[in-house]
């Protein structure tokens, strides 16, 4: 702590770069501004997390980033996207996720967790399966479950694949009510568990964003039909983690700044959400997109970079996502005001130490050399200096 503030130190003496200069969210310090994204991995026994979860967040530790986010986290059982998923709807579950937090400060890094529901999209394989084609002894080494989802209306997520998307159960208000009360009772675990940081999961065609795109919405109740209907269930989430978050730890939302689907959720609408988002607390919306058939965004080198951008002028700080991989390019990105924050999920999987490498590149010199964990410091340091490497 410092003048109450939480600091992950060590920050280098000076830091050239926009990308490794500290945020400050609340009472949150950040060492630099690199992120990893939630990424499942599908690798849960009935939601609880294991070694693999260690290792694999862990590792991002080393490497230098300022914030890891653990993947979309189900807030009720029927809220992950698949059996594989980790939840936090049980006491069971926040002491495995202790031991990852309390790792991840040891090494100066900030610990964040998705909390999320998959909605109409829930229940569906693992993904590098290719479908539901466990045997009997397989569904029981890796906890196999099975059930039918709820959205916000009866509408399958596609056609396309019947047998790994089924037809959801319309949810009903008591059901709202329930899932909301899922979220606000994992943000208090999550709290036990020692988090920094929560991210509220409205992204990608899982229920928030369902209830948010007319694409999914089609009630005809105070939760369907107007913008400001369709925007209800996701201001009332944010409104009720917030209270039940602590006042010094900054919240943030990742949303589909827009569905990229015709007659989808689109930019204007996020910019809307965004500044109610802001009224009501959430510090930092994670901008993503897409999530439904019909995706029409072109994947690319930044192209999700003009959606924060967009949203950032409501007035709220914004992280960007999305093949970002040059450190340059992400330099770029905070030093021109697009965003905040920048995440990195993809590159951070081919390269941990990316922020080691991105913080040498753009800065250089001996304080570059202080994002390395101490035991590995002074060992590359002098390897660089006998190969002339890096201006060590």
């Known amino acids: 702590m410092q003048d109450g503030l939480l600091v992950f130190p060590p920050t280098p003496a000076v830091a050239m770069s926009q990308l490794f200069s500290p945020l400050t969210l609340r009472g949150l310090v950040l060492r630099n501004r690199t992120v990893v994204s939630p990424m499942c991995q599908y690798s849960a026994r009935h939601g609880l997390a294991n070694d693999w979860h260690f290792v694999h967040l862990g590792r991002f530790a080393l490497g230098g980033f300022g914030l890891v986010i653990v993947e979309a986290t189900g807030v009720t059982p029927e ?13 069971s579950q926040i002491a495995p996720l202790r031991r990852i937090v309390d790792f991840l400060h040891g090494q100066h890094t900030a610990a964040g967790i998705q909390l999320g529901h998959a909605g109409r999209k829930a229940s569906t ?111 009332e989430v944010a409104e009720a983690v917030r209270a039940a978050w602590p006042s010094e730890k900054p919240l943030f939302m990742r949303i589909s700044a ?72 992400a330099e770029a990105i905070v030093a021109n005001g697009d965003a905040d924050l920048v995440a990195l999920a993809r590159t951070a999987l081919e390269d941990p130490n990316w922020p080691l490498h991105a913080h040498h590149a753009l800065d250089g010199g001996g304080d570059a050399y202080d994002l390395w964990p101490v035991q590995a410091r002074n060992r590359i340091r002098d390897r660089d200096r006998t190969l002339g490497l890096r201006g060590a």
Request: glycine share 14%.
């Open 125 to 235: 394989p693992v993904w590098w399966r290719g479908g539901f084609n466990e045997t009997e002894a397989e569904k029981v080494d890796a906890g196999y479950e099975h059930w039918v989802p709820v959205a916000p209306s009866a509408i399958p997520h596609t056609e396309k694949h019947p047998s790994d998307f089924q037809t959801p159960t319309e949810l009903d208000a008591a059901g709202i009510a329930r899932i909301t009360q899922g979220f606000v009772d994992a943000t208090c675990r999550a709290g036990q568990a020692g988090f920094d940081m929560v991210e509220i999961h409205g992204a990608h065609g899982y229920l928030i964003s369902q209830f948010l795109s007319p694409l999914a919405n089609k009630r005809t109740d105070r939760y369907g039909g107007s913008r400001d209907n369709r925007m209800r269930f996701a201001l």
């Open 79 to 91: 809220g992950r996207i698949s059996y594989g998923d980790l939840g936090l709807w049980g006491d």
């Open 258 to 329: 827009t569905d990229g689907s015709p007659g989808g959720w689109g930019i204007e609408d996020s910019v809307a959400l965004a500044g109610e988002l802001k009224r009501l607390g959430v510090d930092v919306i994670d901008c993503s997109s897409g999530g439904f058939d019909g995706y029409g965004l072109q994947p690319a080198n930044l192209y999700q970079v003009p959606l924060a951008r967009a949203v950032r002028k409501a007035g709220i700080a914004t992280m960007a996502v999305g093949l970002i991989s040059d450190p340059a390019d």
